[in-house]
């Protein structure tokens, strides 16, 4: 499963809607996707792929895309 397979599914999970593949997910235009999902949304993605995002990163993402590149990063603790 592709990074980007794996951040949809927890995007999916979190904000409890279907996103499937090819379908652009941004914060902007997913209304569930408030402050504190964003947290939940973030919690999942370092327990999953095994890093830590720095609050400069969190703050800046703002889509699906945002977290691949993020992970691709290689942010490790």
């Not at 327990?47 to 889509?63: N, T, V, Y």
């Amino acid at each position: 499963m592709s990074i980007e397979d794996r951040v949809r599914r927890i995007l999916s999970a979190v904000l409890e809607s279907d996103y499937p593949p090819g379908t652009p997910v941004t914060r902007e235009a997913e209304p569930k996707w408030d402050s504190l999902k964003h947290v939940e949304v973030i919690f999942a993605v370092e327990d999953e792929f095994g890093i830590q995002l720095d609050e400069d990163r969190m703050a800046r993402i703002q889509s699906l895309d945002d977290i691949v590149k993020a992970v691709e990063a290689g942010d490790a603790p």
